[in-house]
Nanobody, 121 residues
């Protein structure tokens, strides 16, 4: 069994910063990619940023230059530093792990429970 536990959401004023963290637990051998998605009210879930096991990162155009994703492979953690936050960044942010290999099993995707980020104008 694999679980992702997120932390760091909250309320911030426009222009402020927040840092989200996510830790994967379980008897994990490897994780292919870890990332963050978000879902605003009434909208579809979208990719914010992800990073593969080799450190290659990928960002949504809307967050490039403002958000930075980082990963610790040894600890199975991923973080998202969010700067210059805007009201349109308000959403529930979900941690995602893709290609998770554990003892006797493999998971295509695992999701966290989500953490709310609210940016006030």
């Amino acid at each position: 069994q694999v679980q992702l536990v997120e932390s760091g959401g909250g309320l911030v004023q426009a222009g402020g910063s927040l840092r989200l963290s996510c830790a994967a637990s379980g008897s994990i051998f490897s994780i292919n990619a870890m990332g963050w998605y978000r879902q605003a009210q009434g909208k579809q879930r979208e990719l914010v940023a992800d990073v593969d096991s080799g450190g290659t990162t990928n960002y949504a155009d809307s967050v490039k230059g403002r958000f930075t994703i980082s990963r610790d492979n040894a600890k199975n953690t991923v973080s998202l530093q969010m700067n210059s936050l805007q009201p349109e960044d308000t959403a529930v942010y979900y941690c995602n792990a893709a290609g998770v290999q554990i003892l006797r099993s493999w998971y295509r995707e695992v999701w966290g429970q989500g953490t709310l980020v609210t940016v006030s104008s």
